[in-house]
């Protein structure tokens, strides 16, 4: 059963400062990864999607990347600003149109 | 292009009824997902049509259905509602959800916030 963790549960940073958010997961035969972002009481927004024969994909500020074959991929963003502070979350596919997600990582960007 | 949308944005309902939710997904897509989310159990899956058909299924009980139209649109239907129930649920959009192609990218709604008193 295909299981998605994520650390830190919650991270408080200042702005400007460069960070790292992790995402394991416990079956490498997945598809794709996608990474979310959720604003208090709203819905998901798509931020990065990586197909399993990727091993990154960058936008902007934000870059994320796959190993597969250890279960693993972070989402690094870049000179963070107060408008990043959200719930970030990893989503696994290995079935279309199921995504298994993780429990989230909880951003506060200070100014 | 306008997104994901769902109806109504917030519910509220007692034991023991029945509440029913749409979702309108992008235009051009035909898979619609739906998801349920508390602060216990995070995001879950609840199921996944394609043309009218149900693709797949998560572990939740048969009080939960839903259907597809032809036109993509899809509703699902909570019944004999329990007080667990209540979450925010979400829907979800894509191209055609055709695994590894780049068409399987999940495009998320506002949601619907269920209240069961």
């Known amino acids: 059963k295909q299981e998605v963790t994520q650390i830190p549960a919650a991270l408080s940073v200042p702005e400007g400062e460069n960070l790292v958010l992790n995402c394991s997961f416990t079956d490498s035969a997945i598809y794709n990864l996608q990474w979310f972002r959720q604003d208090p009481g709203k819905g998901l927004t798509s931020l990065l999607l990586?197909?399993?024969?990727?091993r990154e994909q960058t936008s902007g500020r934000l870059n994320a990347s796959l190993d597969k074959s250890s279960g693993r991929s972070t989402l690094y963003i870049a000179a963070s600003q107060p408008g990043d502070s959200a719930t970030y979350l990893c989503?696994?596919?290995?079935?279309?149109?199921?995504?298994?997600f993780g429990q989230g990582t909880e951003l506060s960007v200070k100014p | 292009k306008a997104g994901v949308t769902q109806t109504p944005r917030y519910l509220i309902k007692t034991r023991g009824q029945q509440v029913t939710l749409s979702c309108s997904p992008i235009?051009?897509?035909?898979?619609v997902s739906w998801y349920q989310q508390t602060p216990g159990q995070g995001l879950q899956f609840l199921f996944e049509y394609f043309s009218e058909t149900q693709r797949n299924k998560g572990n939740f009980p048969g009080r939960f259905s839903g259907r597809q139209f032809s036109n993509s649109r899809s509703e699902m239907n909570v019944s004999t509602l329990e007080l667990g129930d209540s979450a925010l649920y979400l829907c979800?959009?894509?191209?055609?959800?055709?695994?590894?192609?780049?068409?399987?990218?999940?495009?998320f709604g506002p949601g619907t916030r269920l209240t069961v008193l």
């Open positions: 235009s051009g897509h035909r898979s």
């Open positions: 979800a959009s894509s191209l055609v959800g055709r695994l590894g192609t780049g068409t399987d990218t999940q495009y």
């Open positions: 990586i197909q399993s024969s990727q």
């Open positions: 989503a696994v596919s290995s079935q279309g149109g199921k995504l298994i």
